[in-house]
């Protein structure tokens, strides 16, 4: 059966009356009320249905509407299959026996305008009729029987396509079948297939109708957006930041998983709008944030950058850096804004920790200065020559060297006690001398820089004079080192109670004066610790008590040795 006349076999000779001059008004209404339902079913609007079906909202609006006339049933019929409603066929037939009878007017043309291929058969497969469409396509192909059609039909599909009918046929129902035909020069295009029993006015079965809509557009549409959304997917995944999709009319915001990890929600906990993420927002943070977006939501900007604190489910404060770009329409409208963000706590936190070394180191250097300074003018009063003062003045010099070292070890965050101790007591301590010394406390305290270093140039004094005239002045002194922790006056504070202690050296007589050593360890202890010291002179030795406040959030102890 290679003509058309022949493929549409015996309703066509039925009638040879030309079409009304539009016959297709009243499907082209139907159509656009079930387009109008269809959107009310699913709750879309019109801009996200006219996303959907490729076009753009101000036509679609005229369409549902009634205002345009250049609509056709193709686009119709096209948009509502790309909204998940495709348009059952419905063939009007006075009863079974009106086959061969008088066709209802104008289904003819009715038939060949629709842009579906369009066919009824028998129940065992013998054709009925076809439209023009298929006679042009498939021509004496489409004639032969069920077998012979169904080669039509992708291999890779047949298996699919039978079991969907047989499995209809069994329990009495319509189908419908996404799957791809021959489109006349053997490659193949996609087809969504209705297939509709037609019963008479008995509800007896005498015939399937069937129609394929083309879809191959939208099928390749929606593989290339499959694509383009595991692209995306996967970037999202590689990219070590959140990325946002907002859009500008109905205010709706979706975030990667990545995104809401930052804040430690998940798609099911969080909501979808972009109140709720300004809501997180540190309320000392939203007007710079207001005024960053402002002239892209407000006006023409095409993009934005901003750095604020959001506030984590856990309670803690996120810092985020953000940038978001605008896609407008041609007429510039707003439509969405994608944004990317990244977590920038522990850059902020180096900021800050840099921040605060400037000015530690800045005001480190001046009390170094004022220290070095200090030295050289006490010295240089106390000492009988510049021989002396050279030698004395080296000495401290080296001292407060050593703390500095400590220090800066610790990067500056603080040094032992006990470690300050052994670094003073060091030169002393070599070829067998260790025994000449005690150290001994229930804990190591970590003392904060600043009493790390009065302490450190505290002891380093008490040795200088054990050496002069003390308890390592001959070979039989000792020196002894105890401390404890003891509550202090104030809250969040402990008393470091230090003794230190020398027997067995020359018998100690009391000077007439207070030397440099004295006064700098008094001064150490009392104006820069804000401490107790007492040093006395007894026959057997001498021995230096030291009460100084420790801050206890500043302090870290391991048990003593």
């Known amino acids: 059966m290679g003509g058309r006349r022949r493929c549409r076999g015996r309703l066509l000779g039925a009638s040879e009356r030309h079409a009304p001059a539009d016959p297709l008004a009243p499907q082209k209404a139907q159509l656009v009320a079930t387009l109008a339902e269809?959107?009310?079913?699913?709750?879309?609007?019109?801009?996200?249905?006219?996303?959907?079906?490729?076009t753009d909202q101000p036509t679609l609006s005229k369409v549902l509407n009634g205002r345009s006339d250049r609509i056709t049933i193709d686009k119709l019929m096209r948009w509502l299959a790309a909204l998940g409603r495709p348009i059952e066929l419905q063939i009007e037939q006075a009863a079974r026996t009106g086959l061969g009878g008088t066709v209802v007017e104008g289904w003819p043309a009715l038939a060949d305008a629709v842009p579906c291929l369009l066919w009824v058969n028998e129940p065992d497969g013998t054709l009925i009729y076809c439209n023009r469409r298929v006679a042009d396509l498939y021509g004496e192909r489409f004639r032969r029987d069920r077998a012979a059609r169904d080669e039509i039909v992708h291999a890779e599909d047949r298996s699919r396509f039978d079991a969907v009918r047989k499995r209809a046929a069994a329990e009495d129902r319509d189908f419908e079948l996404d799957l791809r035909l021959e489109d006349g020069?053997?490659?193949?295009?996609?087809?969504?297939?209705?297939?509709?029993k037609m019963r008479d006015r008995q509800g007896l079965d005498y015939a399937w109708a069937g129609a394929a809509i083309d879809i191959?557009?939208?099928?390749?549409?929606?593989?290339?957006?499959?694509?383009?959304?595991?692209?995306?997917?996967?970037?999202?995944?590689?990219?070590?930041?959140?990325?946002?999709?907002?859009?500008a009319v109905t205010n709706e915001v979706t975030r990667t998983k990545r995104h809401l990890d930052i804040i430690g929600e998940t798609a099911g906990s969080f909501p979808g709008t972009a109140r709720a993420w300004?809501?997180?927002?540190h309320p000392e943070d939203r007007p710079a944030y207001d005024e960053a977006r402002r002239p892209l939501f407000e006006g023409e900007a095409s993009q934005y950058e901003a750095e604020y604190r959001i506030r984590h489910r856990d309670g803690h404060w996120v810092w985020i850096w953000h940038r978001a770009i605008a896609k407008r329409d041609a007429a510039g409208r707003l439509g969405r804004v994608i944004g990317s963000l990244i977590d920038i706590?522990?850059?902020?936190?180096?900021?800050?920790?840099?921040?605060?070394?400037?000015?530690?180191?800045?005001h480190r250097v001046k009390n170094t200065l004022a220290t070095v300074q200090s030295l050289a003018a006490q010295t240089l009063r106390s000492a009988g020559n510049f021989k002396e003062f050279t030698a004395a003045f080296e000495a401290r010099l080296f001292a407060l060297s050593k703390t500095h070292n400590l220090l800066t070890d610790g990067a500056w965050a603080g040094a032992s006690l006990r470690a300050l101790l052994e670094v003073e007591v060091a030169p002393y301590a070599q070829g067998g001398e260790s025994g000449r010394f005690s150290l001994?406390?229930?804990?190591?305290?970590?003392?904060?820089?600043?009493?790390?270093?009065?302490?450190?140039?505290?002891?380093?004094?008490?040795?200088?004079?054990?050496?002069?005239?003390?308890?390592?002045?001959?070979?039989?002194?000792?020196?002894?080192?105890?401390?404890?922790?003891?509550d202090a006056a104030q809250e969040q504070q402990l008393l470091l109670h230090l003794v230190w202690t020398e027997q067995g050296g020359p018998a100690v007589e009391k000077p007439g004066r207070r030397?440099?050593?004295?006064?700098?360890?008094?001064?150490?202890?009392?104006?820069?610790?804000?401490?107790?010291?007492?040093?006395?002179?007894?026959?057997?030795?001498?021995?230096?008590?030291?009460?100084?406040?420790?801050?206890?959030?500043?302090?870290?102890?391991?048990?003593g040795l």
């Open 440 to 486: 001994a406390g229930m804990h190591d305290v970590h003392l904060g820089p600043r009493a790390a270093v009065a302490l450190g140039l505290a002891f380093h004094e008490l040795a200088t004079n054990a050496v002069k005239y003390g308890a390592l002045s001959n070979e039989g002194g000792s020196i002894a080192v105890m401390w404890n922790l003891e």
């Open 278 to 281: 300004y809501e997180r927002i």
């Open 185 to 196: 020069e053997r490659s193949h295009r996609w087809y969504r297939l209705l297939v509709s």
């Open 216 to 247: 191959d557009e939208h099928k390749r549409t929606e593989e290339a957006l499959r694509q383009s959304e595991e692209r995306f997917r996967l970037a999202s995944e590689a990219f070590h930041g959140g990325v946002s999709d907002h859009d």
């Open 38 to 54: 269809t959107l009310q079913r699913r709750g879309l609007t019109q801009v996200q249905a006219a996303r959907i079906c490729g």
């Open 345 to 362: 706590t522990e850059r902020k936190k180096a900021e800050e920790q840099r921040e605060l070394l400037i000015h530690e180191l800045n």
């Open 515 to 559: 030397g440099f050593g004295t006064r700098l360890i008094e001064r150490g202890i009392a104006s820069e610790l804000g401490g107790e010291v007492s040093i006395e002179h007894r026959p057997d030795g001498l021995v230096c008590e030291m009460r100084i406040p420790l801050d206890m959030p500043t302090m870290v102890f391991t048990q």
